[in-house]
Structure formats: C-alpha cells, structure tokens
C-alpha cells in the first residue's frame, strides 16, 4: 500500500499537475491538505475516472482537506469525533482496506502572540483525543498530513532565522511528542536520519533552489505500520517545475 500525504496548495489551480503525479506515481491513498475549494466544487469524478473513491471536507477559498483511494473507503469521518467541532475544515478520517487514515491540516499559528497560536495548541490537543477515540496504538493508523511544525532542529535549514517563530516553538513539539506517547512514530525520520530533508519551501527568495527549507508534513503511523514500511520518500519533483505547490508529497510504502 502506497500511501502519501500532499498539500496542494489549491486544488483548482494545481488540479493538472495532481492528475499527471498520480498517474506517474499510483498511489493507492492520497491524504490532501488546503483544497481550497467547496464540496460541491471537488472534482470527486476526475478522481474517480482515474480509479480512487474521494472523500472531501472543504471550505471554500481556505483550508480543505481530503482522502482519495484506490483500495475502498468507508466510515468517512468529517471534522473531529470528540469535543466541539472544530470551525474550519482541517481534519477528515476514513478507513481504507483495514488502515485507517487521517488527513490534517494543523493551523499554522501566525505567531506566538497571535490568538491564532493558541488556536493551533488546542487543535493539536484535540487531535491527539480524535486519535485516541478512533484508533488504538496496536491497531492500523496513519496520520499524515501538514502539521505546521518541524519536529526537531534538524527539519528547518536555519535554526537561528527561525528563532521565536511557531513551526519550531517548544509548545508545538510538545504536542507532538504526546503523539509519539501514545504510539505514533514519524516513520519517514526512522528511515532517514540524515539533515537536509524537507518538505516545504518559501515561494521567496529562491528557497527551494537554496535548499531553505522545513519538514513539515508528516506521515505519522502505530507501530504495524511503521515496522511494516518498506521505505519512505519525499518527492521534490514534485515541487518543480510550472507553478507549483509550495509542498512536496511525502510518501511511505507498507507491506500488506
């Protein structure tokens, strides 16, 4: 099972170039962040003309996120399951062939004095309650997506230029270290230990040229999938080329 996670950055305007990616690469399961677009307004037959069952929660000209799938889709789950609903469409879950799977788009915080910032902490608590209601850490999960954040130094090309920012504050890490707590493991930094991976890139500046980059879309999963993943990759092609996406897909492949 091929599984990646990509911000598209606006479906409408990106809807070519994701249609030559999932040709060129197949994967059996696409978790999609910021579509951008309404439900009436998802291209779900262009999808499924190309083979995936999709399943979308948007909000017009922000946020969106969606699931498309190869393998079947069922028990699609819009918003989280426990709390308040959130106001924004960030996060949707569905099962696909006995893996379950979240797509989110964690809020990105502004700053650390924004109200926005403390927005993004408690949307980060509030997911790690939806993981704990639909999922345990022996079962199938993955829950990728943009998070917003660079787990650890080593996931932005510039610590000090980032310093006093949100993606790399103390908080925000701590939200995600309860992740890992509770049986979440970051298989793609598993597999590759090594500095200089990214998976986002400022549109200024030349930054994707210069290697300025963050990792911050992630493709979390328990344990029988992460010891089942055969390997992971982010694909920089991707990020190449006429307009693109200023994220690349992050990809991991599970033996099933």
Same mark, same amino acid.
């Not at 994220?247 to 599970?254: D, G, N, T």
């Given at each position: 099972?091929?599984?990646?996670?990509?911000?598209?950055?606006?479906?409408?305007?990106?809807?070519? *170039?994701?249609?030559?990616?999932?040709?060129?690469?197949?994967?059996?399961?696409?978790?999609?962040?910021?579509?951008?677009?309404?439900?009436?307004?998802?291209?779900?037959?262009?999808?499924?003309?190309?083979?995936?069952?999709?399943?979308?929660?948007?909000?017009?000209?922000?946020?969106?996120?969606?699931?498309?799938?190869?393998?079947?889709?069922?028990?699609?789950?819009?918003?989280?399951?426990?709390?308040?609903?959130?106001?924004?469409? *960030?996060?949707?879950?569905?099962?696909?062939?006995?893996?379950?799977?979240?797509?989110?788009?964690?809020?990105?915080?502004?700053?650390?004095?924004?109200?926005?910032?403390?927005?993004?902490?408690?949307?980060?608590?509030?997911?790690?309650?939806?993981?704990?209601?639909?999922?345990?850490?022996?079962?199938?999960?993955?829950?990728?997506?943009?998070?917003?954040?660079?787990?650890?130094?080593?996931?932005?090309?510039?610590?000090?230029?980032?310093?006093?920012?949100?993606?790399?504050?103390?908080?925000?890490?701590?939200?995600?270290?309860?992740?890992?707590?509770?049986?979440?493991?970051?298989?793609?930094?598993?597999?590759?230990?090594?500095?200089?991976?990214?998976?986002?890139?400022?549109?200024?500046?030349?930054?994707?040229?210069?290697?300025?980059?963050? *990792?911050?879309?992630?493709?979390?999963?328990?344990?029988?999938?992460?010891?089942?993943?055969?390997?992971?990759?982010?694909?920089?092609?991707? *990020?190449?080329?006429?307009?693109?996406?200023?994220?690349?897909?992050?990809?991991?492949?599970?033996?099933?």
């Amino acid at each position: 099972m091929l599984i990646a996670t990509w911000n598209v950055n606006s479906l409408k305007a990106r809807l070519p *170039r994701v249609q030559a990616w999932l040709e060129d690469v197949h994967p059996d399961v696409v978790l999609m962040q910021e579509t951008k677009m309404t439900d009436k307004a998802f291209p779900a037959l262009t999808f499924k003309e190309m083979g995936y069952e999709s399943a979308h929660f948007g909000q017009g000209q922000w946020n969106g996120v969606a699931i498309l799938s190869r393998l079947g889709l069922d028990n699609v789950r819009t918003n989280f399951v426990v709390g308040e609903p959130d106001g924004e469409a *960030r996060i949707i879950t569905a099962d696909c062939s006995g893996v379950t799977v979240v797509s989110v788009y964690v809020p990105n915080g502004r700053a650390l004095d924004h109200e926005h910032y403390q927005y993004k902490l408690r949307w980060l608590d509030q997911l790690a309650k939806h993981v704990a209601a639909i999922a345990t850490p022996s079962g199938n999960l993955v829950v990728g997506g943009d998070y917003n954040i660079a787990p650890a130094d080593i996931d932005v090309w510039d610590t000090k230029a980032l310093e006093g920012s949100t993606h790399v504050s103390a908080a925000e890490r701590e939200r995600l270290e309860a992740l890992y707590g509770w049986g979440l493991r970051d298989v793609l930094r598993e597999q590759h230990p090594e500095p200089g991976i990214y998976s986002w890139w400022d549109y200024r500046n030349g930054s994707f040229h210069r290697g300025w980059g963050m *990792r911050i879309d992630l493709l979390l999963a328990t344990s029988n999938i992460a010891d089942a993943t055969m390997w992971t990759a982010i694909d920089r092609n991707a *990020r190449k080329g006429e307009q693109p996406s200023d994220h690349a897909p992050v990809l991991m492949e599970v033996s099933t």
